[in-house]
């Protein structure tokens, strides 16, 4: 409490109390509370109050690089608060190479890079600028380690200002040295250090950061912030895919590198990507293509992914190959041997150290030796028989729980993650994990939740009635005309939202519309976002801005006050009835007794939640959000305050008149 810089609102010092409580006994605690209701501020100020008490660190990790910028600013406040002990309070946010190497973000070879690729590159840069060569190496590193002054002056700086990652970065190019050195000086320094999910669960990147702290995880606080999240996060982290398209880079790559042979003599590099490539597309046109039905084999054009059975892949390389199992991991050894040539010679040459000949023979050392009960193997073509892919997808994240049972206690927060048992289940935390869900800090009056039972986006219901689209339309275009407030409608994915957008009448709706698109550049999406909001703020102007769920804007914008007042949610956004998803149903019914209620209801309540939260920030923030979809009574035990109307406008209209 004495690090908290605001007066406290509802359920925020129950948060803080029970913060303390779990960290004094070392435990884990996963809990919900609404957008906007100050968690990330209660979570940091208890916390770190009883890190500098007890001589622990707080790794405090995001999704996005927004939500990193937002714990750098409260902390300001905190800083703020005690000015006469402020320098008790440093905090430093970190985020990849990617975004922290100078040299790689401007240059567009390098700027492409994994982790991994520019971590050898720094490397060699280094290794260069250490030989002495006054011309050689990377231009930031030399600065850093030459001009003492400056660095000095640079640290002084990001210890008194408490920047941002991205002011950090700004700053550092303006006085060419590297952000990414400096901050391997200062982490050590830092009670709290603000980093992507990927510093926490991939083992490399965790060590090393570990290394830079010289503390062991056993005095470290974990805060896992956007909670929701992280099962997802994880399965794609351990998940892995072998695509036509990069087989056919290896292919390249094998011809421009001299192309050599693989066990015998007449088997080189590239014919091996080519056998490889041929079994990817036969195994698409056995699986995906192809549905055997009494006796027929016909094609079946809806489907994008099945399952393939275990050792298929491996079985029918060693046959085509005419071989054995032992020869074909001798292939894959000279795989990774021929990469990492590959690799030393573009470092050597300056160029980015990419092998995709690498990648395939990690790729197959994988695939080999993955845990089968935790995986499900697929084949995949979405993208209409392009680029078939076969992927290794990983459906336990709990695979990354011995990584958060390390640490001295592990805080898990957001939104919406109801259940809290399903995330404790997922992740394989403690069953004695403290659980809450604490209720909205906002009155019900300032928001208001409805559902219509005409209309739904099932696509069975949609052949049997060719009206229910027209329904949808007529309530959006009504609802955009009648009432002049900014307004969001969310699709359940861009498919929906394209077809939408082909044949709806936008000029009814006499205001100005956006669209999120599914490959928008993130400056482009925040030159829509923040006309959007403009029109919201001005005088007799309003917008729209077509969206979908579980995107960009859903997930991780706020739009306060007059920003948005409205939000039309078209349909339930279930998850697609992929091979994918009926393989990870299975799994938590087998593991769990629930796979309906962990794997399909529960995320898709999350994306609803998340949308609708959009609307409401702060304790004066108004706004009504309706469901267009007869299934939404469904999800009643996870949206409370959720209301079926019959005369949609009207409430609306009473709703308007009563609040604004
Ligand atoms: S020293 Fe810094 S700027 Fe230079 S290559 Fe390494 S990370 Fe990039």
Same mark, same amino acid.
């Given at each position: 409490m004495d690090l908290f810089p605001y007066r406290t609102r509802k359920n925020q010092r129950a948060i803080m109390d029970t913060i303390n409580k779990i960290l004094n006994f070392e435990e884990d605690f996963i809990f919900e509370s609404g957008t906007g209701s100050g968690k990330t501020i209660c979570t940091l100020a208890s916390t770190l109050s009883f890190a500098l008490k007890n001589n622990k660190k707080i790794i405090y990790t995001t999704r996005t690089n927004a939500q990193q910028r937002q714990v750098i600013v409260e902390l300001r406040q905190i800083r703020k608060k005690i000015e006469k002990n402020r320098d008790k309070i440093f905090g430093? @946010? %970190?985020?990849?190479?990617?975004?922290? &190497?100078?040299?790689?973000?401007?240059?567009?070879?390098?700027?492409? @890079?994994?982790?991994?690729?520019?971590?050898?590159? &720094?490397?060699?840069?280094?290794?260069?600028?250490?030989?002495?060569?006054?011309?050689?190496? &990377?231009?930031?590193?030399?600065?850093?380690?030459?001009?003492? %002054?400056?660095?000095?002056?640079?640290?002084?700086?990001?210890?008194?200002?408490?920047?941002?990652?991205?002011?950090?970065?700004?700053?550092?190019?303006?006085?060419?040295i590297c952000p990414y050195e400096l901050n391997k000086l200062l982490v050590k320094d830092a009670s709290i250090v603000v980093v992507p999910y990927v510093y926490v669960f991939e083992n490399m990147i965790r060590n090393m950061l570990f290394d830079w702290l010289s503390v062991d995880e056993k005095d470290v606080i974990l805060i896992v912030d956007e909670a929701h999240n992280l099962p997802d996060y994880v399965r794609d982290l351990f998940s892995i895919q072998l695509s036509v398209w990069m087989l056919q880079n290896c292919v390249i790559e094998s011809d421009k590198y001299g192309n050599p042979t693989l066990i015998k003599d007449d088997l080189t590099v590239s014919d091996f990507c080519k056998i490889l490539i041929d079994i990817v597309r036969d195994l698409r046109d056995t699986y995906v293509n192809n549905i055997f039905e009494n006796g027929i084999i016909r094609n079946n054009l809806d489907k994008e992914d099945a399952f393939i059975p275990t050792n298929e892949f491996e079985t029918e390389i060693i046959s085509r190959l005419k071989t054995t199992s032992k020869k074909f991991y001798d292939i894959i050894s000279d795989l990774i041997a021929y990469g990492e040539k590959i690799q030393e010679y573009k470092q050597k040459k300056g160029k980015l150290p990419r092998s995709y000949i690498h990648k395939l023979g990690v790729f197959l050392e994988f695939w080999n030796n993955l845990e089968d009960n935790k995986y499900v193997k697929l084949?995949?073509?979405?993208?209409?028989?392009?680029?078939?892919? %076969?992927?290794?997808?990983?459906?336990?994240?709990?695979?990354?729980?011995?990584?958060?049972?390390?640490?001295?206690?592990?805080?898990?927060?957001? @939104?919406?993650?109801?259940?809290?048992?399903?995330?404790?289940?997922?992740?394989?935390?403690?069953?004695?994990?403290?659980?809450?869900?604490?209720?909205?800090?906002?009155?019900?009056?300032?928001?208001?939740?409805?559902?219509?039972?005409?209309?739904?986006?099932?696509?069975?219901? %949609?052949?049997?009635?060719?009206?229910?689209?027209?329904?949808?339309?007529?309530?959006?275009?009504?609802? &955009?005309?009648?009432?002049?407030?900014?307004?969001?409608?969310?699709?359940?994915?861009?498919?929906?939202?394209?077809?939408?957008?082909?044949?709806?009448?936008?000029?009814?709706?006499n205001r100005n519309f956006y669209f999120e698109e599914q490959k928008m550049s993130q400056s482009a999406l925040m030159e829509i976002v923040n006309e959007f909001k403009s029109s919201g703020l001005e005088e007799g102007k309003c917008a729209t801005l077509f969206s979908v769920m579980g995107g960009r804007i859903s997930e991780g914008m706020n739009f306060p006050a007059e920003q948005l007042e409205i939000a039309l949610i078209v349909g339930i956004p279930y998850p697609k009835p992929t091979a994918k998803q009926r393989g990870l149903q299975r799994y938590y019914e087998l593991k769990f007794g629930k796979g309906w209620e962990y794997t399909v209801e529960a995320p898709t309540a999350r994306k609803l939640l998340q949308s609708i939260g959009r609307l409401i920030r702060d304790e004066k923030d108004k706004g009504i959000a309706v469901i267009m979809d007869k299934r939404a009574n469904r999800f009643k035990k996870y949206i409370k305050d959720l209301h079926e109307t019959n005369d949609l406008i009207n409430d609306i209209e009473l709703f308007m008149n009563k609040n604004f």
């Amino acid at each position: 409490m004495d690090l908290f810089p605001y007066r406290t609102r509802k359920n925020q010092r129950a948060i803080m109390d029970t913060i303390n409580k779990i960290l004094n006994f070392e435990e884990d605690f996963i809990f919900e509370s609404g957008t906007g209701s100050g968690k990330t501020i209660c979570t940091l100020a208890s916390t770190l109050s009883f890190a500098l008490k007890n001589n622990k660190k707080i790794i405090y990790t995001t999704r996005t690089n927004a939500q990193q910028r937002q714990v750098i600013v409260e902390l300001r406040q905190i800083r703020k608060k005690i000015e006469k002990n402020r320098d008790k309070i440093f905090g430093l @946010g %970190i985020q990849g190479r990617a975004n922290m &190497c100078i040299l790689a973000r401007n240059n567009p070879d390098y700027v492409k @890079g994994t982790s991994d690729e520019l971590s050898k590159l &720094c490397s060699n840069e280094k290794k260069k600028v250490r030989s002495n060569n006054k011309q050689d190496g &990377c231009i930031y590193f030399r600065r850093f380690i030459e001009d003492k %002054i400056k660095v000095d002056k640079t640290l002084d700086w990001i210890k008194n200002e408490l920047p941002t990652a991205e002011e950090t970065i700004e700053y550092c190019e303006k006085y060419q040295i590297c952000p990414y050195e400096l901050n391997k000086l200062l982490v050590k320094d830092a009670s709290i250090v603000v980093v992507p999910y990927v510093y926490v669960f991939e083992n490399m990147i965790r060590n090393m950061l570990f290394d830079w702290l010289s503390v062991d995880e056993k005095d470290v606080i974990l805060i896992v912030d956007e909670a929701h999240n992280l099962p997802d996060y994880v399965r794609d982290l351990f998940s892995i895919q072998l695509s036509v398209w990069m087989l056919q880079n290896c292919v390249i790559e094998s011809d421009k590198y001299g192309n050599p042979t693989l066990i015998k003599d007449d088997l080189t590099v590239s014919d091996f990507c080519k056998i490889l490539i041929d079994i990817v597309r036969d195994l698409r046109d056995t699986y995906v293509n192809n549905i055997f039905e009494n006796g027929i084999i016909r094609n079946n054009l809806d489907k994008e992914d099945a399952f393939i059975p275990t050792n298929e892949f491996e079985t029918e390389i060693i046959s085509r190959l005419k071989t054995t199992s032992k020869k074909f991991y001798d292939i894959i050894s000279d795989l990774i041997a021929y990469g990492e040539k590959i690799q030393e010679y573009k470092q050597k040459k300056g160029k980015l150290p990419r092998s995709y000949i690498h990648k395939l023979g990690v790729f197959l050392e994988f695939w080999n030796n993955l845990e089968d009960n935790k995986y499900v193997k697929l084949i995949v073509d979405s993208s209409e028989g392009k680029n078939p892919r %076969i992927e290794a997808y990983c459906l336990d994240p709990s695979i990354v729980n011995y990584v958060i049972k390390k640490f001295y206690s592990s805080i898990h927060m957001s @939104g919406t993650l109801e259940p809290l048992e399903e995330y404790r289940d997922s992740m394989g935390l403690s069953i004695d994990s403290e659980l809450v869900s604490y209720p909205s800090p906002y009155s019900n009056e300032n928001r208001k939740i409805l559902y219509v039972s005409d209309v739904t986006t099932k696509y069975e219901e %949609i052949l049997k009635d060719k009206e229910i689209i027209e329904r949808m339309k007529i309530y959006i275009s009504k609802i &955009c005309t009648i009432f002049p407030k900014n307004t969001m409608v969310f699709f359940p994915s861009f498919n929906y939202l394209s077809k939408f957008k082909r044949d709806f009448n936008f000029e009814n709706l006499n205001r100005n519309f956006y669209f999120e698109e599914q490959k928008m550049s993130q400056s482009a999406l925040m030159e829509i976002v923040n006309e959007f909001k403009s029109s919201g703020l001005e005088e007799g102007k309003c917008a729209t801005l077509f969206s979908v769920m579980g995107g960009r804007i859903s997930e991780g914008m706020n739009f306060p006050a007059e920003q948005l007042e409205i939000a039309l949610i078209v349909g339930i956004p279930y998850p697609k009835p992929t091979a994918k998803q009926r393989g990870l149903q299975r799994y938590y019914e087998l593991k769990f007794g629930k796979g309906w209620e962990y794997t399909v209801e529960a995320p898709t309540a999350r994306k609803l939640l998340q949308s609708i939260g959009r609307l409401i920030r702060d304790e004066k923030d108004k706004g009504i959000a309706v469901i267009m979809d007869k299934r939404a009574n469904r999800f009643k035990k996870y949206i409370k305050d959720l209301h079926e109307t019959n005369d949609l406008i009207n409430d609306i209209e009473l709703f308007m008149n009563k609040n604004f």
